[in-house]
């Protein structure tokens, strides 16, 4: 290069701005909106560490030239930005940001308590954990059951909604025994002694019958109204996803809990399509990832998956899922196939929004060798596997059942191709009211919570006996009046 065509480089580069040009695939289009999130380095997604960025090269460089593009360079001189340009500082992405939007959020944003409630057969105790928000007098109680491998705060967010519409609703979601935080311990016959030692060698299987989960939320909403010290239940709507489903249909059909309940609510669960989906439903399980590195890649993997595909209902009930693994302290250890009460007996950590401590992780699962301390992965709480047996019962008879039962019946589903034969036929004869939303996955009452809020709450006003409907006229909403002792409940 000649003397004059230095001086013309040298003319140019001074007139340039001084920061340099941003190399391709480091911002991606997704990530203008992560710009205005705050400073953040890129993450690898599986490994939550920091990834490199790429050696391809840039705009302003040739593999084809790389000779003369060192010469140009060279005689220009080298570019010294200044410190306040951060030239080498990690670029502002949506993976950081992505980061904070799949963090694990309290229950607390949701429910304004939660209550251990102890039950005694003769030969467990169960303490019953339940998320509560207790209704104003003579405000409605929306009781809610989740589905089987879920937890109470499947119906987080569904929750909020809910009060969003009707503030002096109260709302009450357990977990099921084997679930969530509800403890089951084994005790000795006729004593209120748990069984330890030899005495919990023997395989056992956790009783997830129909009859015991009936059982069960009839007892946690008795025990709830002694705790709360309400005089009488209020009225009450019952709600069940999936397996909740064959369990709120089960008490309204044996009436259980007597005229407190003013209708039901099934959702996405029918007698035919649950029968089938059963055939496939150990594939479904043996394909799901055995653990995690952590619980923000359990939520990312439900909602990548679109298992959830509402990001802040994952982010309040996927945590809830996963409990600490046990360190594999041989590479062949096959994971467990049985329930036993020590996994049942002692209550999880307490704080499900962050990752426990190695003090803590040892405490709960010691390692038998210093060489091999316990691994930081997660896995399910709940070993859905072991349920086969209890499988076909739950969702035998449901749509006769749920047909006959008495009170207001609510079935709201994913698709339309979920109804069986004899739910086309009460469908057509108007005994029940249905209502589809095509754009859910399996799991409604997460991927629409709004929606999902505004039927249930419509849903009980036409079945309130204190509350008249009447006809909309047109350009006009529905007016609400009070209406005569009597009108508005159906059989």
């Known amino acids: 290069m000649s003397e004059l065509q230095r001086s013309f480089a040298r003319a140019k580069l001074a007139g340039l701005p001084f920061d340099p040009p941003v190399p391709p695939g480091i911002l991606l289009e997704e990530d203008e909106e992560g710009l205005e999130e705050g400073d953040g380095g890129i993450e690898d997604e599986d490994n939550d560490e920091l990834r490199p960025l790429p050696d391809s090269a840039t705009p302003w460089e040739d593999d084809s030239s790389s000779a003369s593009s060192a010469s140009s360079a060279s005689s220009t001189g080298t570019i010294r930005p200044s410190p306040s340009k951060h030239l080498f500082a990690r670029p502002k992405g949506s993976l950081a940001a992505r980061g904070k939007a799949l963090e694990p959020l309290p229950w607390t944003d949701f429910f304004s308590q939660e209550l251990f ?3 005694f057969t003769p030969t467990a105790k169960v303490t019953h954990h339940v998320y509560l928000t207790p209704p104003a007098p003579k405000a409605p109680l929306f009781v809610m059951h989740h589905g ?3 937890s109470g705060l499947s119906f987080a967010v569904c929750a909020t909604e809910i009060k969003k519409l009707l503030p002096d609703a109260g709302i009450l979601s357990l977990d099921a025994r084997g679930h969530g935080e509800t403890v089951y311990q084994r005790l000795r016959p006729g004593t209120k002694e748990p069984l330890d ?20 939320l009839v007892e946690v909403v008795k025990l709830t ?3 709360m010290g309400w005089p009488e239940l209020p009225s009450t709507i019952l709600v069940g996803h999936s397996l909740g489903g064959a369990v709120v249909v089960d008490v309204a059909k044996q ?4 005229n407190a309940v003013l209708g039901f ?9 649950a029968m089938d989906a059963l055939q496939s439903m150990e594939t479904y399980l043996s394909s799901r990832p055995a653990t995690f590195p952590s619980i923000s ?3 990312e993997w439900h909602t990548r998956t679109r298992t959830i595909r509402n990001t802040l209902s994952a982010r309040v009930s996927v945590p809830a899922l996963l409990v600490p693994s046990p360190p594999d302290l041989s590479p062949t250890a096959p994971p467990l196939t049985r329930f036993s009460s020590a996994t049942h007996s002692t209550s999880p950590p307490r704080d499900l929004t962050s990752e426990p401590s190695d003090e803590l992780i040892t405490t709960l699962f010691p390692s038998t060798s210093p060489l091999q301390p316990a691994r930081r992965t997660w896995t399910w709480r709940t070993n859905l596997t072991t349920t086969s047996p209890f499988w076909h019962s739950w969702f035998l008879n449901l749509s006769g059942k749920f047909l006959s039962a008495k009170g207001g019946k609510l079935l709201l589903l994913a698709g339309t191709d979920r109804l069986d034969k004899e739910l086309m036929i009460g469908q057509m004869q108007g005994k029940y009211q249905l209502q589809v939303f095509p754009e859910a996955g399996h799991f409604v009452q997460e991927d629409l919570p709004a929606k999902t809020a505004g039927v249930l709450c419509d849903f009980w006003r036409r079945n309130d006996g204190r509350v008249l409907i009447l006809p909309r006229k047109v350009g006009e909403g529905a007016v609400i009046g009070t209406a005569p002792s009597g009108v508005g409940r159906t059989g």
């Not at 030692?197 to 069960?216: R, T």
């Not at 099934?266 to 035919?272: A, I, K, R, T």
């Open 148 to 150: 089987a491998g879920s």
């Open 265 to 273: 609510a099934v959702l996405d669960v029918v007698e035919g399509s």
């Open 225 to 227: 109204q002694v705790k």
């Open 297 to 299: 890649s359990g939520i």
């Open 117 to 119: 409630l102890d039950s």
């Open 197 to 216: 030692g030899d005495e919990l060698k023997a395989e056992w299987v956790l009783d997830l019958s129909l009859e015991v989960l009936s059982e069960d």
């Open 255 to 258: 009436a259980k809990l007597g």
